[in-house]
């Protein structure tokens, strides 16, 4: 059975930094593009990053380009999604999301290309 699961949400102050990580089993990762997406109470979920497959190509939101980085740990079998700079508007439920379907040098903050998904981990930012 695929599954992914998010880990490293909690409470940060603004400014400060959070480490979130996506780990797979089932699968391996390395053959996914991977996604983040988060989701506040009462707004839209958001694409914030993505890595392709071969790690070689990211993405980013505007709203966290230069504050947030994604990586690839494969001896983990996981994706993790550094935040550095919180901001009282990054607090919101974080997602990773797998798409199997993008090429290797390729990955997309459209929700609709992910197919598996994490149950998500909540981010709290302090002002």
């Known amino acids: 059975q695929l599954q992914l699961a998010e880990s490293g949400g909690g409470l940060a102050q603004s400014g400060g930094s959070l480490t979130l990580s996506c780990a797979a089993s089932?699968?391996?990762?390395?053959?996914?593009?991977i996604g983040w997406f988060r989701q506040a109470p009462g707004k839209e979920r958001e694409g914030v990053s993505c890595?392709?497959?071969?790690?070689?190509?990211?993405n980013y939101a505007d709203s966290v380009k230069g504050r947030f980085t994604i990586s690839r740990d494969t001896t983990k079998n996981a994706v993790n999604l550094h935040l550095h700079s919180l901001k009282p508007e990054d607090a919101a439920t974080y997602y990773c999301?797998?798409?199997?379907?993008?090429?290797?040098?390729?990955?997309?903050?459209?929700?609709?290309?992910?197919?598996?998904w994490g149950r998500g981990t909540q981010v709290t930012v302090s002002s």
């Open positions: 999301a797998a798409d199997p379907l993008a090429i290797a040098a390729q990955c997309f903050l459209d929700a609709h290309e992910y197919n598996h």
């Open positions: 890595i392709s497959s071969s790690g070689e190509y990211t």
């Open positions: 089932g699968f391996h990762l390395d053959y996914y593009a």
